[in-house]
């Protein structure tokens, strides 16, 4: 039995604000602080608060996808009206995507149509991480999914269900500076955590509910809600 990826944690200053802000933009279902998917995403967003200032380009981001350019424009204009904004993280000009922030600066782009790399995939056609090659092949083993991309120490894995790609862009890495703001919530029993162990994860302690607090070998923070 493998452990299972259930909620992408997003820490928040005020969950309730951020809570809106993604059910609106995803149209997603609310069920407090939490984000359940209505297609084939496979996991939740769950809001956790913090008072922890945001001091750096998250690790991880959503990529939303566009089938016209008029589809990309309506994202962008629903994410500045439910008060995202527009932020610069070193996009050049002739870059066809769109980066947007939340309204507590948390990064995400809207992807141009015709990305091959994303098709097949819905309007959240990946989460976007700063990583190693070695990460993306601890998170396909840790998974069980499958890698679909493996080129220039750039990796990428999906579900075997569907749903979006997690994919890993290799070196150069913005230096980690602090705990994530975004970090992986997985579900599994006590032989899960001693098999991440083996796979190259780190444990880091218990945190609330008795959850292990565990790092990825690229020092990133999931926690594993213990089943059975």
């Known amino acids: 039995m493998t452990v299972t990826l259930q909620a992408l944690g997003i820490a928040a200053h005020d969950p309730r604000v951020l809570t809106r802000f993604w059910a609106g933009l995803l149209g997603w279902e609310t069920d407090g602080d939490t984000l359940i998917p209505n297609d084939d995403t496979g996991f939740r ?44 993280v070193g996009q050049l000009p002739e870059e066809e995507h769109v980066v947007l922030a939340d309204p507590e600066g948390n990064e995400f782009c809207v992807i141009e149509p015709g990305n091959g790399f994303l098709t097949g995939c819905g309007f959240v056609g990946a989460i976007a991480s700063d990583g190693s090659q070695e990460v993306g092949y ?88 213990l089943t059975g």
């Open 138 to 225: 601890f998170w396909s083993n840790a998974l069980g999914w499958p890698l679909v991309w493996d080129q220039d120490q750039e990796t990428a894995i999906r579900s075997p269900h569907g749903g979006p790609k997690i994919t890993w862009g290799g070196p150069p890495f913005t230096p980690k500076t602090g705990r994530n703001r975004l970090h992986f919530v997985l579900h599994g029993p006590l032989s899960e955590v001693e098999r991440l162990v083996t796979l190259g994860a780190t444990r880091l302690g218990t945190g609330r509910d008795g959850q292990a607090e565990m790092a990825d070998p690229d020092g990133n923070e999931f926690s594993v809600v």
């Open 45 to 88: 967003l769950r809001f956790v608060p913090t008072a922890e200032p945001k001091t750096r380009q998250n690790q991880m981001h959503f990529d939303l996808t566009s089938e016209s350019l008029e589809d990309q424009r309506r994202t962008v204009a629903k994410a500045l009206e439910l008060g995202g904004r527009h932020t610069d």
